[in-house]
């Protein structure tokens, strides 16, 4: 079991940054792919990006590649999403999510992902 607390969002104008962070509780951290997804008013849950256990794999969503940024820190069992050039359609609710699979398939998938956060809202203003 993973318990996972998302910090770090809040307003920023249109080309500024955030960095979000997942804290991770529970056994296991540093053998669990970490993701990020994010959801709008309105929209489905959707997929930002992904790390594996030893960093090795990482996937991004088109829309977010070269902007955002994700990392880890399994010393400090933290995964971090680092958020440059933000837009107005990067506005929404962001989730950290944890799965012990390997993220070869499935990633984009938010049913494959089996622990989540309560999420931190992010919202980017003209």
């Known amino acids: 079991q993973v318990q996972l607390v998302e910090s770090g969002g809040g307003s920023v104008q249109a080309g500024g940054s955030l960095r979000l962070s997942c804290a991770a509780s529970?056994?296991?951290?540093?053998?669990?792919?970490m993701g990020w997804f994010r959801q709008a008013p309105g929209k489905e849950r959707e997929f930002i990006a992904a790390?594996?256990?030893?960093?090795?794999?990482?996937k991004y969503a088109d829309s977010v590649k070269g902007r955002f940024t994700i990392s880890r820190d399994n010393t400090k069992n933290t995964v971090y999403l680092l958020m440059n050039s933000l837009k107005p359609e990067d506005t929404a609710l962001y989730y950290c999510?944890?799965?012990?699979?390997?993220?070869?398939?499935?990633?984009?998938?938010?049913?494959?992902?089996?622990?989540w956060g309560q999420g931190t809202q992010v919202a980017v203003s003209t």
């Open positions: 529970g056994r296991g951290f540093g053998y669990y792919g």
């Open positions: 790390i594996s256990w030893s960093s090795a794999t990482i």
């Open positions: 999510a944890a799965r012990a699979t390997s993220l070869l398939q499935g990633t984009m998938d938010p049913q494959l992902w089996g622990y």
